[in-house]
């Protein structure tokens, strides 16, 4: 398939990346975007977020070499450590019909992910997104397993989403309608991006359709990561504060919702 990404046409794909210190993993993700197969042109924003490894200097070589698909965002000071959401600050410059995420440290082992993600979406227009099987890697013990493997292509009910630990996605594997990508603050939960974005695509855009085909890789207990990071900190107040932020966040969805899902939150 020709890959039209160099063209003038109109992008259909923003891919968002969020890279910190992964000087070991971002080529693989890198790679992994530019070698994507399509028929439509796509994009690469990806955000470095002030590095002190390396990571950024890998990231500008790609933008040399890609400059028609690679658009960092480089900052000079980390913003996460002072609770800025750089996430937003960095969709707003998507110019995808779609977003596609994945974060610096995973990658994507499907060279057609873009492309059917997107048919998919293009061909059904009730769904606010699609999400795909991952295999998770555990960096530590070089495990490997697929998360919330399906025998069949399904679409997330209510339930589904709202009972996250259930039947949940990975981020990696997601590609959703760019016009429901702002949501209000009160959505936002620290150290957790995935589960209130999800609930603000079940309320504002419809469905979620998850895709049995095993597209993406989550590297678990990556060097840096946040899941490698929690693993020596106070479990039991991690747990407290993590919680009570998402209590917090789920009752501002029940009033948002008008109470429509009360029995499952």
Known sequence: MENKSMMGDSIKVSV???AYNQKTYIKDALDSFISQKTDFPYEIIVHDDGSTDGTAEIIKDYE????DRIKPVYEKENQY???RNFFEDTAVSAK????ALCEG???WIDDNKLQKQADFLDKHK?????????KIVNCMN???????????????TAEDIILWDQNRYQTSSLMYRNKYGKRPRQLNV????DYPLALWLLHSGGGIYYMKDVMSVYREMAAGSWSRMRSTMNQAEIKKAFVKDVNRMLDFYDDLTDRKYSDYI
């Open 105 to 107: 440290d995973d990658y």
């Open 16 to 18: 968002l990346c969020f």
């Open 64 to 67: 040399n070499r890609f400059p």
């Open 81 to 83: 450590s002072k609770n």
């Open 126 to 134: 009730k769904y606010a997104a699609c999400a795909c099987s991952t």
């Open 190 to 193: 620290k150290e957790m991006g």
């Open 142 to 156: 070089g495990r490997e397993r697929i998360y919330h493997p399906v025998k069949h292509s399904y679409t997330l």
């Open 96 to 99: 995808g019909q779609y977003i």
